[in-house]
């Protein structure tokens, strides 16, 4: 890993509050993911399950993390099982966790090695009558793929069929939704790198420079700041790319006159950040390209103001639509009649502006979060409105992360990025 060392305080709170939440006489299982292959013997990068990660802090493959609140013997309330590092590894692989490093990671004083599982596991299992198995259930989630997770699960039903079954994942979407302080000074590092290499590619654009070569110049001070890189795939779309809402190809060059949609997050510790801004290749907007950008810029900074403890997440986009209906009336793309006359189950905006106004965002760039309960403090949610011109060959989003407070507005974890049309400008004109 290139992070610095997490406090282990954040991984045994976590694993306190879901283990508060367990039935009696339960236990919890979580597995690492696998390594995917690609051919031959190329492998993707290793990428954590993100609900291991959350109660324990481990970030290698083959690992298993058994919480059992309620166990006789006071060691197996939570347990941690390890693949077994040797000298071999150490040559071709590099160090992985001994069971002391791993005590220093998570907190997690009861570690075996993986070998040991299923004799640990017998026993322990003789003694609880529920086993929480863990699943994604995320409401876009759409996996093809059978996890390691998925195995295990079909495999410990099978194996014991007289268990009762339960779900960690609604247990998940509540507490991974609420942010702990440590958690939101990882992600204001990630956003701080998604900034330093925000304001690279402000001084690096110009006309005739490469979608990709964009992308480059964020991966360098991704790279060079600590992060693996990209919290999802990168969007740089030039021109009419723009208005392809997850135009990924970045292979277009940059033309005078033209603007570009920078939708990009560095990842930090496995957390995300999640940016979007609208800049001009030639260092200026042009007085229509500033008129929709001011607009969208203004939905924005009212959009964020809504988010507060007991909003529901569906009537504040109803709201937000209601802000962005009176902008585009204002800029000319929508009449009264248009709105006289649109469908409730699509908004006359929506022609414009097709998609939703804020997610979740942590761990994963899309987090869990329980979008039908009141929102609270220490939600972390992006605010990303757009308008999206095809006809006159361009599309401006803009989007930040915000956290939301007891009281007041919610504090903006990305308040350094240049957003305003003034700020971008002297900064591509240094």
Not at 191 to 200: A, H, P, Q, S, W
Request: glycine share 6%.
């Amino acid at each position: 890993m290139k992070y610095d060392l997490i406090n282990r305080e954040l991984f045994i709170k976590n694993r306190k509050n879901f283990m508060a939440l367990m039935k009696p006489d339960s236990l919890a299982v979580f597995n690492a993911n696998d390594i995917y292959p690609i051919g031959a013997d190329s492998t993707m990068p290793f990428q954590q399950n993100r609900d291991l990660f959350y109660l324990s802090g481990v970030d290698q493959e083959e690992t298993i993390l058994v919480l059992f609140p309620d166990a006789p013997k006071p060691e197996h309330r939570e347990i941690l099982f390890l693949k077994e590092t040797n000298d071999h590894i150490a040559v071709w692989e590099g160090e992985k966790l001994t069971k002391e490093k791993a005590l220093e990671v998570t907190g997690v004083e009861t570690v075996y090695w993986l070998k040991d599982f299923h004799k640990i596991f017998y026993e322990i299992m003789t003694q609880a009558e529920i086993v929480y198995i863990n699943t994604n259930e995320h409401y876009r989630a759409n996996v093809e793929t059978e996890t390691r997770e998925a195995r295990f699960n079909k495999w410990l039903k099978e194996t014991y069929p007289a268990h009762s079954v339960a779900k960690s994942n609604p247990i998940l979407q509540r507490l991974r939704s609420v942010k702990d302080q440590i958690e939101i000074d990882i992600m204001q590092q990630a956003c701080n790198i998604t900034e330093k290499g925000f304001k690279r590619v402000l001084q690096f654009t110009k006309p005739g420079v490469w979608e990709y070569e964009i992308e480059a110049e964020f991966m360098h001070e991704f790279l060079r700041n600590r992060s693996k890189g990209f919290a999802y795939t990168p969007i740089v779309a030039s021109g009419n790319n723009a208005n392809v809402l997850h135009y990924v190809v970045d292979n277009s060059q940059c033309k005078a006159g033209e603007l570009i949609l920078l939708d990009v997050g560095a990842e930090y510790a496995n957390y995300s950040s999640d940016m979007t801004r609208t800049i001009p290749v030639s260092g200026k907007f042009t007085d229509r390209q500033k008129d929709v950008y001011n607009a969208v810029l203004r939905v924005k900074k009212e959009a964020t103001k809504m988010l507060k403890p007991g909003e529901l997440w569906a009537p504040y986009h109803v709201e937000v639509g209601k802000l962005m209906t009176s902008e585009l009336i204002g800029l000319g793309l929508l009449d009264k009649a248009d709105v006289q006359n649109e469908s409730k189950d699509w908004p006359a905006y929506k022609k414009y502006f097709m998609h939703g106004t804020s997610h979740h965002i942590g761990l994963d760039t899309h987090d869990y979060g329980l979008l039908h309960e009141p929102m609270q403090a220490n939600n972390i949610f992006t605010v990303e409105p757009g308008i999206y011109l095809p006809d006159e060959g361009f599309g401006i989003r803009l989007e930040d992360d915000v956290v939301i407070q007891e009281s007041g507005e919610p504090f903006n974890l990305m308040r350094n990025i240049p957003l305003e049309v003034e700020e971008i400008e002297e900064w591509m004109n240094k």
